[in-house]
């Protein structure tokens, strides 16, 4: 049985490679990923995670995943954030292809962290969190953010076809924090689904997600 990696936020003010909201860093001239709504606009995706490889490589004896690099997760969760503009979200179906962006970066020298704002030069994010890991949760009550989560907040056997035993790459919870409420549904949950060859071979370009309500 697959092990789930704990991911454990801390509002320290300190600057980690690991770290929800902020800034990605991305290679120079790479575009920050966007996609084009349900009305034909141009948008970013909101950056919600990134994640230093070499940092899970303790709580992986299995290899499931790299252990060098960097993976950077993207998806339209504004809706969940209290913006209502945007029409498109992930919801409670297993979505498309196109919902959730994925990067994977083996190598990630001379990057840059790309900071987006709106037209008032405000940041589209949230302030950043450090991220640390785990094998076991911080505490009874504690978020339920993991790598390789198990699907515990799933009340079927099985995703649906042809997804069936895809496995949760990515699992984010909802929580708060001083300049954001993250609520999806009824305090449920935001799963990234791959499948396991896909994770074998290390391609991450069909990911897709689901929200899990409570």
Same mark, same amino acid.
């Given at each position: 049985?697959?092990?789930?990696? /704990?991911?454990? +936020? +801390?509002?320290?003010?300190?600057? *980690?490679? %690991? ?11 790479? &575009?920050? &990923?966007?996609? +084009?709504? %349900? ?24 290899? #499931? ?5 960097? #993976? ?6 504004? /809706? ?22 994925? @990067? ?7 990057? $840059? ?20 890991? %785990? ?6 009550? *504690? =978020?339920? /953010? #993991?790598?390789?989560? &198990?699907?515990?907040?799933? $009340? ?5 076809? &042809?997804?069936? =035993?895809? @496995?949760?790459? @990515?699992?984010?919870?909802?929580? =708060? ?35 899990? %309500?409570?």
């Amino acid at each position: 049985m697959t092990r789930p990696i /704990h991911i454990i +936020t +801390t509002d320290s003010g300190e600057r *980690s490679l %690991s770290h929800f909201w902020g800034s990605p860093l991305l290679p120079p001239g790479y &575009p920050y &990923p966007e996609y +084009t709504d %349900s009305k034909g606009d141009i948008r970013p995706y909101n950056f919600i995670c990134q994640i230093a490889l070499e940092n899970i490589a303790d709580f992986d004896p299995e290899n #499931m995943l790299p252990h060098e690099g960097l #993976m950077l997760f993207f998806s339209k969760i504004d /809706h969940y954030l209290g913006d209502f503009e945007p029409f498109d979200a992930v919801g409670g179906y297993i979505s498309d292809a196109e919902d959730v962006k994925v @990067l994977y970066f083996p190598d990630i020298t001379g990057f $840059e962290e790309i900071r987006i704002v709106d037209e008032e030069g405000i940041p589209l994010s949230p302030q950043e969190l450090a991220i640390s890991f %785990s094998d076991k949760p911080a505490g009874r009550y *504690s =978020d339920e /953010h #993991m790598l390789l989560a &198990p699907p515990s907040h799933r $009340e079927w056997e099985n995703w649906d076809h &042809p997804f069936e =035993d895809w @496995l949760i790459l @990515l699992q984010i919870d909802s929580f =708060d924090g001083k300049d954001f409420n993250l609520n999806f549904m009824d305090s449920g949950v935001l799963d990234f689904l791959i499948s396991e060859k896909d994770l074998a071979e290390r391609r991450f370009d069909n990911i897709r997600a689901i929200v899990l %309500s409570t």
